[in-house]
């Protein structure tokens, strides 16, 4: 499966992006993953095959949506409240499961990434 972010950009403490990953071909559960400078690789939200169930990292929790249009092949990540430590580089990532992960060994391909930086 071949993804393709796009959506990311400057702006803000506050504002909102909205994240769009589109695949091609057959989708299962996916997510979404953040690294900073410096720092690991870190999840941030996945959902399910069909969208019925979600998770969060506690940073995002209230914060950020994770949603699916399968129609369109699509995966989306809103993100509202935004805040500097937010800031990092986002990964699209697609699991051959129906159940959802947490951690980037459950997925096995990933996009190229998208810049998001939040200024204060």
């Known amino acids: 499966v071949k993804l393709v972010e796009s959506g990311g950009g400057s702006v803000q403490a506050g504002g909102s992006v909205k994240l769009s990953c589109a695949a091609s071909g057959r989708t299962y559960a996916m997510g979404w993953f953040r690294q900073a400078p410096g720092k690991e690789r870190e999840v941030v939200a996945s959902i399910n095959w069909n969208g019925s169930v979600s998770y969060y990292s506690n940073s995002v929790k209230g914060r950020f949506t994770i949603s699916r249009d399968d129609g369109n092949n699509t995966l989306y990540l809103q993100m509202d409240s935004l805040v500097s430590e937010d800031t990092a580089v986002y990964f699209c990532?697609?699991?051959?499961?129906?159940?959802?992960?947490?951690?980037?060994?459950?997925?096995?391909?990933w996009g190229q990434g998208t810049q998001v930086t939040v200024s204060s």
């Open positions: 990532a697609s699991s051959l499961f129906y159940t959802l992960g947490r951690e980037w060994a459950d997925f096995h391909s």
